[in-house]
C-alpha cells in the first residue's frame, strides 16, 4: 500500500512506555488506513510489541534508538547528550523528510528544546508556541501559548496570533477565525504593556486576520472567539486552573449524588447521561499540546495518558500533517513584515 | 443596643442599585443581630426603601450622597470628580473611623483608586492586592492577586504572600497556612524573574510562613496549599478561567441529561442532590474580593450580584472586620525590612 503520509514517534517517552505507545496504534491505524508510522526506542522491546499485532505489521516500521530522555532531564542536558534518544531520533525523521509530523510524550521542555534545535523556527517567527484546543459552550477554541515560553513581547503575542488563526483555519475549517488576546478587561485602556502593544499592531495590520480584541478568562469557554492568545505563562495557568476546576465540579457532583439514596438512584437511571458527560469532560479527548512555529509539526501528548489518550494525540498529529499550515504562517508573517516596513518608510 | 462594629455600604453602587442593597441587609441583619449599617447614596430613595422594612430601623442609618460611581468611569476621573459620590462617602466613614469596613458593588478600578486614596496603604507595603476565596477538594484557598494590578516584582509577590498568610490565619483560624506561589511548573528553575526571586526571598525570610514553594494551576482546586500568590494579571485570568470553566461543566451536565427520557427521569429523582450541587457551585456564596494592604479594610462584591451575593460581601466583611487582620499584616512586613536590613549589613 503506498502511504500518504508518515508519523515518526517516541516510542519511549511518557510515564507508561512502549506498550502504551503500541495499544494506541491498534486504535489509530483503524481510524486512519494508509498511513505509515516509524516507531523510535529500544528495537528488541519494539518488536516484540508490534509482532503481536500482525494487523501492524504492514503500516508500522521500527528505528533502533539506544537512549531514553526522562522526564526529570534539563533541556540543555537533553540537547549536549541526548542524540541517541528516541526522542532526538523522533525529530530527526521530520527533518530529514523521511515523517510529516513527530508525536512524543516526553518531557516537554526537552522535546521543544530538541525540536528547536533540528528543526529551526520559521522565517519571521521569534519563538514558537504550545497551542492546545479547548472544549467551549460553542465548540472548540485554541489557545496558545500554554507554555512554550515564560514571557512574551508585543511582536511574539502577534506571532502567536498569525499561528493561531492558521491552526484554526487549517484545523477547525473557519475561513475567517476571530482572534482574541486574553486580559483583565475588554477596555481598551486595561492590561500590561505587551497586550496593549499586540492589540495596536493587530489592530493596525492589514492581515487577513479577524481581530475581536481583548476577551477575558470566562470568554475562553464561552467560545466568544475562536483563538485565544496569551503569553505562556498566563495560558499554562489557566490551561491547568481549568483541568482542575472541571475535575473539582466533576468530583462534587460525584458527592452530592453519593450523599442520600434519591441521589444515588437517580444516578444510576441516568447513568447513561452521566457516562456521556463523562466522556465529554475526558481529558484523553483533546490531548496533545501543538507546537507551532517550528519548521515541522511536532505533538506533544500528556506524560501520564494511556493509549486512548496518545491516540487522540496521533489523531491530532495526522490532521496538522493533512493541513499545510506552515506555509499560511510563513504567509503572513512575511505580510506583517513587509506592513512594518512599508510603515517605518512612510514615517521618514 | 450597643453596636460592636459599624458597616459602611455603598448603596449606589452594583448594576442593580439600593433595591437589592435593602434585600441583602433583611438576610444580613438576621444573621448578624448588634452590627450597625450605614447607607451612603441618594437619601429619599433610601429612606423609602428602608421604611418599609421596620426590621432595619434600628441598625441601619442612611447619609446623602449624590453622586455616584458610573461601571465606565475611570479611576482617574472618579479621583478628581467624585468627592459627592456613594462610593467616596463610603470609604470615607472608615477613615474617619465612623466605620470598621466597607462594602461597594462599584466599578473595581474606581473602588480600589478612591480607597488608595483617602485610607492609604500599610507601612512597607507597596500596592494593594484584591484576594478572593476559591473551594477546593479540600475546603477553600485564598488566591492573591485577582486583578489589583497588572504586574508584580518579586518583592510584591512576597507582600501578598505575607497579606494572604495573614488573611488565611484571621479568616480561615488557620495556625500556619501553607502558602504556595503560581507557576508553570513546581521545579525550582521554572518560571519568570518575578516568581523566581519572591520564592528565594521566601526560603530565606524567618518569617513564620509555612513557604510550600511553586505550585501549578491546577493545584488550586486540589487545595495544595490555603494560599495562592500570584501577580493580578495571571491571577484574574485564572478566576475567570475558572468560572467559565466551572458554568461549561454544568451546561454540559444539563445538556446530557436533557438529552435522553432516562436522563431527564434520573434528574427528577435526583433533584435534590443535582439542587445540592448547584448551591455549591452558585458564585454568589462566595462573592467578595477583598482588598488587602490598605489601612482600612474594602470588600467589592461582584457588580452583578443580586441580594444572596450581596448579603454575602456582607458576610465577608463582617467576618474581616472581627479578625484585626492589618495588625499581623504590619508585623510580619517590618520583620521582612528586617531581616532585609540584616542581610544588607552582613553583606557589608
Chains 1, 2 share one sequence.
Do not use: Y
Not at 58 to 85: F, I, Q, W, Y
Amino acid at each position: 500500500m503506498a502511504h500518504t503520509l508518515t508519523v515518526s514517534i517516541d516510542a519511549m517517552g511518557g510515564d507508561a512506555g512502549p506498550s502504551v505507545v503500541v495499544s494506541a496504534l491498534m486504535r489509530t491505524v483503524v481510524r486512519h488506513p494508509g498511513v505509515h508510522f516509524l516507531l523510535h526506542g529500544d528495537e528488541a522491546q519494539l518488536h516484540a510489541l508490534v509482532e503481536r499485532h500482525p494487523r501492524l505489521k504492514n503500516c508500522v516500521s521500527v528505528r533502533h534508538a539506544p537512549g531514553r530522555v526522562a522526564m526529570e532531564d534539563k533541556p540543555s542536558h537533553v540537547l549536549r547528550r541526548g542524540r541517541d534518544t528516541s526522542m532526538w531520533h523522533t525529530i530527526l525523521s521530520v527533518k530529514n523528510d523521511e515523517a510529516n509530523v513527530a508525536v512524543s510524550a516526553g518531557n516537554t521542555g526537552a522535546l521543544m528544546a530538541v525540536s528547536m534545535f533540528n528543526l529551526g523556527i520559521i522565517e519571521g517567527v521569534a519563538r514558537p508556541a504550545i497551542a492546545s484546543i479547548w472544549p467551549t459552550l460553542k465548540g472548540q477554541t485554541v489557545v496558545l501559548d500554554c507554555g512554550a515560553n515564560v514571557t512574551a513581547t508585543d511582536e511574539q503575542l502577534v506571532d502567536f496570533a498569525v499561528m493561531g488563526e492558521a491552526f484554526a483555519h487549517a484545523i477547525f475549517g473557519l475561513e475567517r477565525p476571530r482572534v482574541g488576546l486574553l486580559n483583565v478587561g475588554s477596555e481598551e485602556q486595561k492590561g500590561n504593556d505587551a497586550v496593549k502593544g499586540a492589540a495596536a499592531i493587530l489592530r493596525g495590520s492589514n492581515l487577513p486576520i479577524a481581530f475581536h480584541g481583548f476577551i477575558e478568562g470566562d470568554d475562553i469557554t464561552k467560545g466568544t472567539v475562536d483563538v485565544v492568545v496569551t503569553d505562556g505563562f498566563t495560558g499554562n495557568i489557566a490551561l491547568k486552573t481549568a483541568e482542575g476546576t472541571a475535575k473539582l465540579v466533576a468530583q462534587f457532583l460525584r458527592q452530592s449524588l453519593r450523599r442520600s439514596m434519591l441521589g444515588r438512584l437517580g444516578a444510576v437511571i441516568a447513568s447513561g447521561s452521566l457516562n456521556a458527560l463523562r466522556r465529554k469532560l475526558d481529558p484523553r479527548a483533546s490531548n496533545g499540546g501543538i507546537f507551532l512555529g517550528l519548521n515541522g509539526v511536532v505533538v506533544k501528548s500528556h506524560g501520564g495518558t494511556d493509549a486512548v489518550g496518545f491516540a487522540s494525540a496521533l489523531d491530532m498529529a495526522i490532521d496538522m500533517a493533512k493541513a499545510d499550515i506552515n506555509a499560511r504562517i510563513t504567509a503572513d508573517r512575511r505580510s506583517i513584515a513587509a506592513k512594518s516596513a512599508g510603515d517605518r518608510a512612510a514615517e521618514l
